[in-house]
């Protein structure tokens, strides 16, 4: 176990590595912006406000609503493989999102989130459900689950947006990209500010939960109770992510695996280095497609997807070496 000086210094570390790509992320794009710009040219300093500083906090905030929501999934199905998009969270805010946009096509972007977050919590109840007639918890059996179930909504939600001309909404939203991005449209993503503190601040319950319900119940934890505040919260953010920035794989999954392969799984000590990591993770892959072919750009889902399922194949090696040694 790291000792306690040694994880602040490197959490410190961290966060001033995630500081520096935060300012590469207010200076990096298509429109040039210098800190020379600012002090002087109010069409630089115009744009900065308008588009870079939405853009940049967008970006963190939808790192920590996904990597939080990750840690709390794997925490209350005892699963390290677990995430919003590998439990079918997402893809049921999708299905929310598109009713939406069918039954009320002229709908403000906060009844598109109550319907994204609403399919959300239906959803997740819905997986936790099946797992718990599953007659095999392992490992690769309940991440398997979620994505039959994920993908059995994804096709429902294609058909639909077919039926009713929809599918380039669909695209939109399944890019996951954060070009468009602007001020007046990313506010409501501050909502997963008060989830991060909550889930800090009923940690310790969630560890326990991790244990098991006859564990965590001997303990003196509703386990049931538990479980729905954290379905709730998972869902709350993965619907108002979905409905902002769109469908981001693999970042809750990869980063509570690399932060607890380290620190072990205390959530609470963890959770700061799960937001960080999650954060410089994101902007990483955002900044990449914005470079590698610019002045275009690739969605940052993307670059997330690919990168992603490469770290997610090597912590299903290294556990299946884990296990077999």
């Known amino acids: 176990m790291i000792p306690t000086t040694t994880r602040r210094i490197l959490l410190t570390a961290t966060v ?28 630089q300093r115009e744009m900065f406000l308008i588009s870079r500083v939405p853009r940049t906090l967008a970006l963190v905030f939808a790192a920590v609503a996904m990597s939080i929501s990750g840690v709390i999934m794997q925490m209350i199905t005892q699963n390290k493989f677990v995430e919003p998009t590998t439990a079918g969270t997402a893809q049921w805010a999708g299905l929310g999102l598109l009713v939406g946009l069918i039954l009320i096509p002229g709908a403000s972007p906060i009844v598109k989130m109550v319907l994204a977050c609403l399919f959300a919590f239906v959803g997740t109840g819905i997986f936790l459900a099946v ?61 997963v500010s008060i989830i991060a503190v909550l889930a800090f601040v009923v940690a310790d319950r969630f560890t326990v939960a991790g244990l098991g319900k006859d564990l965590a119940t001997n303990a ?41 392969m380290v620190l072990g799984d205390d959530l609470r000590k963890n959770l700061p ?20 072919v610019a002045p275009m750009e690739i969605p940052a889902s993307v670059v997330m997807g690919a990168i992603g399922a490469a770290l997610f194949i090597a912590i299903v090696l290294r556990q299946r070496r884990s296990v077999y040694a």
């Open 273 to 292: 280095w799960v937001a960080v990591v999650g954060v410089g993770l994101l902007l990483a892959c955002d900044l990449i497609g914005r470079l590698i």
């Open 16 to 43: 001033v590595g995630v500081g520096a790509l935060v300012v590469a992320s207010l200076l990096v794009g298509g429109y040039d912006i210098s800190l020379l710009g600012l002090l002087t040219d109010p069409a």
């Open 131 to 191: 797992l718990r007639r599953l007659a095999s918890r392992s490992s690769i059996i309940v991440p398997l689950v979620g994505i039959m179930l994920g993908a059995v909504v994804g096709a429902a939600t294609t058909y639909l947006a077919n039926s009713f001309g929809l599918l380039q909404s669909l695209a939109s939203w399944r890019s996951g990209g954060f070009s468009n991005i602007v001020r007046g449209f990313y506010e409501p993503l501050w909502i």
């Open 220 to 260: 003196g934890v509703n386990y049931d109770r538990i479980v729905l505040l954290g379905v709730t919260m998972v869902a709350l953010a993965t619907g108002v992510t979905t409905v902002v920035v769109g469908f981001i794989p693999f970042l809750g999954l990869v980063v509570p695996n690399l932060v607890s």
